[in-house]
């Protein structure tokens, strides 16, 4: 079991130290070349045997375990290589860019777990830290932090922060469009949703919530057609999703609330 291991003080000698870091190498390998998510598993976990302080495989294991949904247990991996890159970082300034990397992957997983608070508390020291240039992902996962707090306002200044630092960066400006219709602002809202459905930039185009997002505000300005076509497209992405089955319920709706033919 991954949260069995033990994470030792005791000395490690060269040996072992550099079969860690021959166990890591080969479990990167596996994992993004030969998409291979449980032999990397295997691998990473025995680099961990052999150096319990290989930051790296801490933050390896707890990549794969968040992506694979296990979001329990990657965030212990993922704050021991915090931990591990801070006291690194103290030493070598060099460390700085992985260390707010770091924090910010672990910000991740905690807001997947519910835990905002502290989500924000771990991004703190990564926002305007001119050794982070990638401020757009820190200042969205804040934005999504606070829109979990209902921080509508303060969540929409952080994000337009965000698409600032990044113009075709989908995801905050789907996140934007959601705080800005929380606030009724539905105007600036459905600019943020055309933003992130540009076709210009891959994937952007399949982001299933923005289409909900955006068929929401476009009912909401009375716009029944083309919130039927978001709708229908964001079904269709994914029927099963949960927002696959908000979009289906918003198509009954439309249809229950549209006139009949030849009615006026």
Same mark, same amino acid.
């Given at each position: 079991?991954?949260?069995?291991?033990?994470?030792?003080?005791?000395?490690?000698?060269?040996?072992?130290?550099?079969?860690?870091?021959?166990?890591?190498?080969?479990?990167?390998?596996?994992?993004?070349?030969?998409?291979?998510?449980?032999?990397?598993?295997?691998?990473?976990?025995?680099?961990?045997?052999?150096?319990?302080?290989?930051?790296?495989?801490?933050?390896?294991?707890?990549?794969?375990?968040?992506?694979?949904?296990?979001?329990?247990?990657?965030?212990?991996?993922?704050?021991?290589?915090?931990?591990?890159?801070?006291?690194?970082?103290?030493?070598?300034?060099?460390?700085?860019?992985?260390?707010?990397?770091?924090?910010?992957?672990?910000?991740?997983?905690?807001?997947?777990?519910?835990?905002?608070?502290?989500?924000?508390?771990?991004?703190?020291?990564?926002?305007?830290?001119?050794?982070?240039?990638?401020?757009?992902?820190?200042?969205?996962?804040?934005?999504?932090?606070?829109?979990?707090?209902?921080?509508?306002?303060?969540?929409?200044?952080?994000?337009?922060?965000?698409?600032?630092?990044?113009?075709?960066?989908?995801?905050?400006?789907?996140?934007?469009?959601?705080?800005?219709?929380?606030?009724?602002?539905?105007?600036?809202?459905?600019?943020?949703?055309?933003?992130?459905?540009?076709?210009?930039?891959?994937?952007?185009?399949?982001?299933?919530?923005?289409?909900? =997002?955006?068929?929401?505000?476009?009912?909401?300005?009375?716009?029944?057609?083309?919130?039927?076509?978001?709708?229908?497209?964001?079904?269709?992405?994914?029927?099963?999703?949960?927002?696959?089955?908000?979009?289906?319920?918003?198509?009954?709706?439309?249809?229950?609330?549209?006139? =009949?033919?030849?009615?006026?």
């Amino acid at each position: 079991m991954i949260l069995g291991l033990l994470w030792s003080c005791s000395a490690v000698n060269e040996e072992q130290r550099e079969r860690s870091i021959r166990e890591y190498r080969l479990a990167v390998a596996m994992y993004r070349d030969e998409h291979n998510t449980q032999g990397a598993i295997v691998a990473v976990s025995r680099a961990l045997r052999s150096d319990p302080n290989n930051a790296e495989a801490h933050r390896l294991l707890g990549i794969i375990l968040g992506t694979d949904g296990r979001y329990a247990e990657a965030e212990p991996h993922l704050r021991r290589c915090v931990e591990l890159l801070a006291q690194e970082a103290a030493q070598d300034p060099a460390k700085e860019y992985d260390l707010a990397d770091a924090r910010n992957t672990l910000a991740a997983v905690l807001l997947n777990l519910g835990r905002d608070e502290e989500t924000i508390a771990v991004l703190q020291p990564v926002i305007g830290n001119y050794h982070f240039p990638d401020q757009h992902l820190p200042l969205a996962n804040l934005g999504l932090a606070m829109l979990h707090q209902r921080r509508f306002q303060e969540a929409a200044d952080v994000l337009d922060r965000a698409v600032v630092n990044r113009p075709d960066f989908c995801v905050g400006y789907y996140r934007l469009g959601e705080a800005r219709y929380r606030l009724g602002d539905f105007g600036r809202a459905l600019e943020a949703l055309d933003r992130a459905l540009d076709p210009r930039y891959t994937g952007c185009d399949r982001n299933q919530a923005a289409y909900r =997002a955006r068929g929401e505000v476009h009912a909401r300005l009375h716009q029944l057609e083309a919130a039927q076509a978001d709708f229908e497209r964001c079904r269709d992405l994914d029927p099963r999703s949960q927002d696959g089955h908000e979009c289906e319920t918003q198509l009954r709706s439309l249809g229950a609330s549209a006139p =009949a033919p030849g009615g006026p």
